[in-house]
T-cell receptor, first 113, second 114 residues
Framework: TQLLEQSPQFLSIQEGENLTVYCNSS?????LQWYRQEPGEGPVLLVT???GGEVKKLKRLTFQFGDARKDSSLHITAAQPGDTGLYLC?????????????WGLGTSLAVNP | EAQVTQNPRYLITVTGKKLTVTCSQN?????MSWYRQDPGLGLRQIYY???????DKGDVPEGYKVSRKEKRNFPLILESPSPNQTSLYFC?????????????FGQGTRLTVV
């Protein structure tokens, strides 16, 4: 059974700081998705990475996919209070007929003004 | 606006009283699924549906039922709720068989069973 580990579990920083969170898998990802979940809401897709070594940028967010496709990182530059939320990584396993997402437990980020 | 709508958002009920959580999507997605989210356990799939009248169990189906009579709706049924079903529930939809496409989630239903 594939396990996704995210670190750190909790992170509290001041506005303007940079941060990196990580997602590691016990097996190779089919494709990796990063979601952000705000309090009281469902997860919202940020990015999908597929190719080993891939780097994608979304404004102040930079996503990297490891060469071996077993790890990924999310770097936020100059964090803002609006970045507060739970950051989840998921493997889009697309197993047979079941497009099941396998989830990490997430990194809970608090950005303080 | 593309969306997945769940109702109710919050529900407190008593053990054994049947309840239904509704889910509706307006994106013509074939694939829909239900997840529950619990502290320390994350998001776990309960049931999924590939299309109308096609449903199957996910990882934690015990105590739940679903139906898919129409493409847009995928209700979650708890015939006899128990306290261990207290959780945050999410419905999701997407296009099946297309890798790397976005899954859209509802806003969640927070269920408490006392």
């Amino acid at each position: 059974t594939q396990l996704l580990e995210q670190s750190p579990q909790f992170l509290s920083i001041q506005e303007g700081e940079n941060l990196t969170v990580y997602c590691n898998s016990s097996s190779v990802f089919s494709s990796l998705q990063w979601y952000r979940q705000e309090p009281g809401e469902g997860p919202v897709l940020l990015v999908t990475v597929v190719t080993g070594g891939e780097v994608k940028k979304l404004k102040r967010l930079t996503f990297q996919f490891g060469d071996a496709r077993k790890d990924s990182s999310l770097h936020i530059t100059a964090a803002q209070p609006g970045d507060t939320g739970l950051y989840l990584c998921a493997d889009d396993s697309n197993a047979g007929n079941n497009r099941k997402l396998i989830w990490g437990l997430g990194t809970s980020l608090a950005v303080n003004p | 606006e593309a969306q997945v709508t769940q109702n109710p958002r919050y529900l407190i009920t008593v053990t054994g009283k049947k309840l239904t959580v509704t889910c509706s999507q307006n994106m013509n997605h074939e694939y829909m699924s239900w997840y529950r989210q619990d502290p320390g356990l994350g998001l776990r799939q309960i049931y999924y549906s590939m299309n109308v009248e096609v449903t199957d169990k996910g990882d934690v189906p015990e105590g739940y039922k679903v139906s898919r009579k129409e493409k847009r709706n995928f209700p979650l049924i708890l015939e006899s709720p128990s306290p261990n079903q207290t959780s945050l529930y999410f419905c999701a939809s997407s296009f099946p068989g297309r890798p790397n496409t976005e899954a859209f989630f509802g806003q969640g239903t927070r269920l408490t069973v006392v």
